[in-house]
């Protein structure tokens, strides 16, 4: 198993975050994990990263105990609804970044981050600037940052949630795309329920600090409690 996370628990204060949330992750997975503004989502994500510590429970990468080990060591990395780039590099060097942190040769950087440009539907705004470029062009740049590295990991905290409606649609299906050309394995959060399904090759929901993850898709959809069949039925009644 790639990614474990067993029996994660976190307080803020007298408010319980995260109640014994565990997942297991193979490689080249794709989870989903659905659930309100609030449910915890969010932390069990930057807990996974090392971004905020648990209370209790361990994170587990490849068998290795991680969970004491700071963010920049643990080779996962997480993409936040907003892309964060460096206002000032281009797209090509907020690409690069990571690479040249790694004192990678110049020839291999050229070549890692051009074809990672080609993938993402940005050669020709490689010289740009971020205030140059729109919503889903920074997202895809961020996108390119973060696969630069070749993280064992990708956590996306609601990447999409900022965009347009159509823009949105775009950026899912060019996600789709990318996890399976570079075999990422990852966990998407979002509150969007058709987002989930579509994202996920399984789907986990998170409701009060409690996470159940589902054998596959059908069984969530079974379940009353993800709402799946409520809003199919609403639909059908149109």
């Known amino acids: 198993m790639l990614l474990q996370a067993i029996d994660i628990a976190k307080h803020f204060g007298r ?6 949330a565990s997942l297991e992750l193979p490689q080249g997975e794709m989870l989903s994990i659905l659930g309100r503004s609030g449910s915890g989502k969010t932390t069990l994500l930057k807990i996974l990263a090392g971004l905020e510590s648990a209370d209790s429970g361990r994170v587990f990468l490849e068998g290795r105990d991680i969970s004491g080990q700071p963010p920049h060591r643990r080779n996962i990395v997480y993409l936040y609804q907003e892309p964060l780039l460096f206002p000032h590099l281009n797209a090509f ?19 890692k981050v051009n074809r990672l440009l080609e993938s993402l539907g940005l050669p020709e705004h490689a010289a740009k600037m971020p205030h140059q470029l729109s919503g889903g062009q920074r997202q895809r740049v961020a996108f390119g940052r973060a696969l630069a590295v070749q993280p064992k990991v990708l956590l996306l905290d609601e990447p999409f949630g900022a965009l347009d409606t159509e823009t949105r649609a775009s950026m899912q299906q060019l996600l789709k795309q990318i996890a399976g050309s570079f ?4 966990l998407f ?15 986990g929901l998170m409701q009060e600090g409690r996470l159940k993850v589902y054998e596959d898709k059908q069984a969530f959809i079974a ?13 059908s009644g149109l």
């Open 15 to 20: 408010e319980e975050i995260l109640r014994s």
């Open 183 to 186: 075999h990422i394995t990852g």
């Open 223 to 235: 379940d009353a409690a993800t709402g799946v069949r409520q809003e199919i039925d609403f639909w």
């Open 93 to 111: 060097e907020n690409v690069a970044f990571g690479l040249r942190l790694r004192r990678l040769p110049e020839g291999e950087i050229f070549q």
């Open 189 to 203: 959060v979002t509150h969007d329920l058709k987002e989930a399904i579509l994202m996920g090759s399984r789907i």
